[in-house]
Nanobody, 121 residues
Framework: QVQLVESGGGLVQAGGSLRLSCAAS????????MGWFRQAPGKEREFITV????????LYANSVKGRFTISRDNAKNTVYLRMSSLKPEDTAVYYC????WGTGEADFDSWGQGTQVTVSS
């Protein structure tokens, strides 16, 4: 497994932008697909996006498509989530995860501790 630490969360006004980072430990970062999930209060954790090991393939949930962009830098063992045109309904704890290619929690076996994103109206 790989250790993951998210950063970059915070409070932002609706329409604003944030970039989350997820730093991974270990020398095998490039062997994992990386995903981002989020969990809003009172709701189940939901898939947002995933990027392939090489970074050439991505998938997005419909709710964030066109607003969020996932990227990775294998030399820095880091995956990013650029969020723009943020809405109050994007408020959640955001988690990065490492594992295989997929959109379900079961596709990932390493998780970060999460970072809070709050979007004010």
């Amino acid at each position: 497994q790989v250790q993951l630490v998210e950063s970059g969360g915070g409070l932002v006004q609706a329409g604003g932008s944030l970039r989350l980072s997820c730093a991974a430990s270990g020398r095998t970062f490039s062997s994992y697909a990386m995903g981002w999930f989020r969990q809003a209060p009172g709701k189940e954790r939901e898939f947002i996006t995933v990027i392939s090991r090489s970074g050439t393939s991505t998938l997005y949930a419909n709710s964030v498509k066109g607003r969020f962009t996932i990227s990775r830098d294998n030399a820095k063992n880091t995956v990013y989530l650029r969020m723009s045109s943020l809405k109050p309904e994007d408020t959640a704890v955001y988690y990065c995860a490492a594992g295989g290619w997929g959109t379900g929690e079961a596709d990932f076996d390493s998780w970060g501790q999460g970072t809070q994103v709050t979007v004010s109206s």
